[in-house]
């Protein structure tokens, strides 16, 4: 059994086990990240783990499918590092999984056929670099019929590109590893043709953008792989957290325009007044701009029937 259990700390480092199976130690636990991602792939849908790294979600997908007497299916594991792919191969050996794995070398979606299969995956890397494999080649990506998409980092800005670029977000269940609230989009490449895009114009600065449903019309009650109730729970602390990081950039932009002034009050008007102007404009702007995320966050929040 790869999981049951706790959810991992998100402490645990990455280690070599007596057997020689590199694990991390939350991979003998409850992963809920990779539970949701395999979760929202059916057993008939033909994957590629694209950055498979030590293989777990592949090595989830594969136990799964076992359990449910579907197993025999290949799974692609990708990943640009050859020593992350030997860690995958390790890990898959160590399992018995290897006969049904398909390890490839290379960069993005470069290593997988067109149409070659059903579901990609790319999970754990930056939203800009997901954006970049998904524009790098058009025609293969539009031959994919599904993406299962977990960005680290610039999920808005992700957001904002498969919106431009034309994808339809299908579902984007949360999920937690460690302290970590994990935002996952699935996602329906382009159908009426491909957009080439990139990550500015207007609308690419809307915190819409950086919360789960609010771009795509999908409410956290329509979560596919967690009961609403644990959605619900997960979507909350997101949008808290989110209000207490803009909290914070506000005090510390208030703390400065207060000690500005102090010293404004403790200078007479010299050359630099021009600067010192200019300088408390930008502040200004910034104070705005964070006080009306801020407001769009609560206004989120309410909609969505959560009391903060
Ligand atoms: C943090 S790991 C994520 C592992 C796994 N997908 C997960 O979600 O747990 C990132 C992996 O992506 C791989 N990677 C980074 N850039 C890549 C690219 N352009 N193409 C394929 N793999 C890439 C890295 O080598 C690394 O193994």
């Known amino acids: ?36 991602i395999s979760d929202n792939i059916h057993n ?86 997901i954006a970049k494999m998904l524009g790098a080649c058009p025609e293969k990506t539009v031959s994919f019929q599904k ?45 009426g043709g491909f957009v080439p895009a990139d990550f500015e114009g207007e609308g690419a600065d809307d915190i819409r953008y950086e919360i789960p449903g609010c771009a795509s019309g999908w409410t956290p009650q329509q979560g596919l792989a967690l009961p609403a109730e644990r959605q619900a729970a997960l979507y909350r602390a997101f949008l808290e957290n989110k209000i207490r990081v803009e909290e914070s950039i506000l005090a510390q932009i208030i703390a400065g325009q207060e000690a500005a002034g102090d010293a404004d009050a403790g200078h007479g008007a010299g050359a630099s007044a021009v600067n010192q102007v200019a300088g408390q404009g930008a502040t200004a702007q910034k104070r705005m701009v964070t006080e009306a995320r801020i407001g769009a966050l609560k206004t989120i929040a309410q909609r969505e029937g959560i009391k903060l």
């Not at 645990?12 to 809920?32: C, H, I, L, Q, Y």
């Not at 020593?83 to 490839?104: G, I, V, Y």
């Open 44 to 129: 008939r849908e033909t994957v590629a783990d694209v950055g498979t790294d030590h293989g777990f979600l592949p090595l989830y997908l594969w136990q799964r499918q076992k359990e449910q007497g579907a197993a025999g299916r290949p799974i692609i594991l990708t990943d640009i590092s050859a020593e992350s792919l030997h860690k995958a191969r390790k890990n898959a050996q160590a399992h018995n999984a290897s006969a049904t794995f398909d390890f490839r070398l290379g960069d993005g979606l470069t290593p997988i056929g067109s149409g070659e299969v059903d579901a990609v995956v790319i999970a754990g890397v930056g939203g800009a670099l």
């Open 147 to 191: 993406f299962l998409l977990q960005p680290r980092n610039a999920v808005g800005k992700l957001r904002f590109w498969l919106d431009r670029a034309g994808f339809t977000i299908l579902a984007e269940p949360l999920a937690q590893e460690g302290k970590t609230i994990c935002e996952i989009i699935v996602a329906a490449p382009p159908q």
């Open 1 to 36: 059994m790869l999981w049951g259990g706790a959810v991992p700390d998100g402490k645990s480092a990455t280690k070599r086990a007596s057997n020689g199976f590199v694990e991390d130690p939350g991979m003998n636990r409850k992963n809920e990240r990779l539970r949701i």
